[in-house]
C-alpha cells in the first residue's frame, strides 16, 4: 500500500509542474488559418505551416494521510461503472403485503397487481405519491412510496410487470 502511494505520489509531483510544454505540428497550407490559442507562423519559401501550442498543466494537491489502516477499504469507482437501481430490491419492502410474486391483495383492500404492464404500475405508484390514485389504500401507500425516485419508481414497475 505505502508502494502504491508513493508511486502516486511521485507520479503527480512530476506530471504536475509548472513548465510550459510546446508542441510543434507540420500541416500543409490553408487559405485562411484562425486558430484560438495557437501562434501561427508561415514563410513565402516554404510550403508547409508550422503550429506553436502551449499546454498548461495544473498544479494538483493530494493530501496523504499518515497512516492508512489496513481495515479502511478502498473503493475506486469507473466512470463507466452506473449505479444501477434493482427493482426487486426495493420489492421486498412491498411483498409484505402484495406477496412475494404481487399475488395477493394487500391487505385485502387492494387489486393484485401480477400481471400489471409496467405503464400501469408506474401511474399507480405516481399517483399514490402525489394523492391522484387510490381509494381506501392512498393512506398507507403514500407512506411507502413518496421517497422513491422517478428512476426506483421505474425499476420496480419494470420488476412487479415481469412477476
Not at 1 to 7: E, G, R, T
Not at 113 to 140: C, E, F, H, P, R
Request: proline share 3%.
Amino acid at each position: 500500500m505505502k508502494i502504491v502511494l508513493s508511486a502516486l505520489l511521485a507520479l503527480l509531483i512530476v506530471g504536475c509542474s509548472d513548465e510550459k510544454q510546446e508542441i510543434q505540428e507540420e500541416v500543409k497550407p490553408t487559405p485562411a488559418v484562425a486558430l484560438d490559442k495557437k501562434v501561427v507562423e508561415t514563410k513565402k519559401s516554404e510550403e508547409k505551416i508550422k503550429v506553436k501550442e502551449t499546454v498548461k498543466v495544473k498544479k494538483v494537491s493530494v493530501e496523504i494521510p499518515e497512516k492508512i489502516e489496513k481495515s479502511t477499504p478502498v473503493k475506486v469507482q469507473k466512470k463507466s461503472e452506473k449505479n444501477i437501481i434493482d427493482g426487486a430490491k426495493i420489492f421486498t419492502k412491498c411483498s409484505s403485503c402484495h406477496g412475494k410474486n404481487a399475488e395477493k391483495k394487500a391487505l385485502n383492500k387492494s387489486q393484485i397487481i401480477q400481471g400489471w404492464n409496467k405503464k400501469q404500475l408506474t401511474t399507480a405508484i405516481n399517483g399514490y405519491k402525489d394523492g391522484s390514485y387510490g381509494s381506501s389504500m392512498k393512506g398507507v401507500m403514500k407512506p411507502q412510496v413518496m421517497k422513491l425516485t422517478n428512476e426506483e419508481v421505474a425499476a420496480v414497475a419494470a420488476y412487479i410487470s415481469k412477476l
